[in-house]
């Protein structure tokens, strides 16, 4: 990925474990950072206020959105399916409506989201999926039908966009860039795990790589067995954030 050329950067969802990591990875590339997070949250950012410039409020709020993204040249968004508010598909519309003219959009999702049903699951997967929707909606805590609907609203877009599908999360030190696919199912991923601090890595990295704008990358940490296995198995494709090719598809 080229170096970056980014400097005001704003991350929506700033205050959670990954937004976390992302704040902490655009400081640490010199970049101006304007994060975003729900009032009751702005305590959780206190060791790194003096560094950057919060915006209390929900994200899903365009109001708050347009103020915190104003003169900003990438947007890195945490979709979150809190509640059943459409607070993921509010996010996402707030950010396409609001975000500057050709800004660079990055948008976080797991697995579950498929953009052109490719995707090939476990069928343990699938009935995680098929179990936790419904219940945790009812439930009132999370929706993951409106993150779907976030995403696909993202997709429809001829915004400067990259979604990226998080696989298992994990806490610990970073292994470096993860590796990416277009399709879930592509035997490099089935390890399904990467560390947190790296999927952040991911979404600052996406910024400044041309080749994933308006891509969906399913990614898996860097040093997992089925990544290792990968570039063991000689397939010309660098253990990296660049895609790796499944048979007989199109590169």
């Not at 936790?132 to 696909?152: K, M, S």
Request: charged residues 25%; aromatic residues 6%; proline residues 5%.
């Amino acid at each position: 990925m080229s170096t970056s050329a980014t400097r005001r950067v704003c991350v929506i969802g700033a205050s959670g474990k990954l937004g976390r990591y992302m704040v902490r990875h655009a400081l640490d590339r010199g970049w101006e950072v304007v994060g975003v997070c729900r009032e009751r949250s702005v305590p959780k950012l206190a060791d790194l206020a003096d560094r950057m410039t919060i915006v209390p409020g929900p994200t899903n709020d365009p109001e708050v959105i347009r103020k915190a993204a104003a003169g900003c040249d990438a947007v890195l968004t945490v979709l979150v399916p809190w509640g059943v508010q459409r607070y993921s598909s509010g996010t996402a519309q707030a950010v396409l409506d609001h975000a500057e003219p050709g800004a660079r959009l990055v948008f976080s999702c797991g697995w579950h989201i498929s953009r052109d049903g490719g995707d090939r699951y476990p069928w343990k997967f699938r009935m995680m999926v098929r179990v936790i929707t419904p219940l945790a909606r009812l439930a009132r805590v999370v929706d993951v039908n409106d993150q779907v609907e976030a995403c696909r609203r993202v997709f429809a877009s001829d915004r400067r966009w990259t979604v990226v599908r998080g696989s298992d999360l994990e806490e610990g030190d970073s292994q470096g860039l993860p590796v990416w696919s277009r399709h879930v199912g592509d035997p490099v991923l089935a390890s399904n795990l990467t560390r947190r601090v790296d999927f952040a890595l991911f979404m600052v990295e996406a910024l400044d790589d041309e080749s994933l704008v308006r891509e969906a990358p399913a990614i898996v940490g860097r040093l997992t067995p089925s990544a290792l296995s990968h570039s063991a198995a000689g397939t010309g494709t660098e253990v990296s954030a660049h895609e790796t090719e499944q048979p007989g598809e199109a590169s």
